[in-house]
């Protein structure tokens, strides 16, 4: 059974970082495409990025690039999510999602099949 355990959410100012982990259970990460998406209260899902871990392509929402990263650790089973310079509009409930298809865009992360329960992120001015 796909299990995702998010963690590292928190109150963080404005401008401040944080790194989000995602521990995998009951799969090879190996053979999965891994993801985050982000919900804010009132909105939609926003697909953020995605991670390809059998050919090692990354996605990227454009307006994200340069502030925030994805990473795994297969030794680990965990996938990461760096956030830079983070924005009061960065504040949301993260997830990470994985799927055994590949994920072409950052468009797709909401659209996995698997997903576990989100981690707060809430910016602060």
């Known amino acids: 059974e796909v299990q995702l355990q998010a963690s590292g959410g928190g109150l963080v100012q404005a401008g401040g970082s944080l790194r989000l982990s995602c521990a995998a259970s009951?799969?090879?990460?190996?053979?999965?495409?891994l993801g985050w998406f982000r919900q804010a209260p009132g909105k939609g899902r926003e697909g953020l990025s995605c991670?390809?871990?059998?050919?090692?392509?990354?996605k990227i929402l454009d307006a994200l690039k340069g502030r925030f990263t994805i990473s795994s650790d297969d030794a680990k089973s965990t996938v990461y999510l760096q956030m830079n310079s983070l924005k009061l509009e960065d504040s949301a409930v993260y997830y990470c999602?994985?799927?055994?298809?590949?994920?072409?865009?950052?468009?797709?992360?909401?659209?996995?099949?698997?997903w576990g329960q989100g981690t707060l992120v809430t910016v602060s001015s």
């Open positions: 999602a994985a799927d055994s298809d590949p994920c072409y865009s950052a468009y797709d992360t909401p659209h996995m099949r698997s």
């Open positions: 991670t390809n871990r059998r050919n090692g392509r990354t």
């Open positions: 009951g799969f090879t990460i190996d053979d999965y495409s």
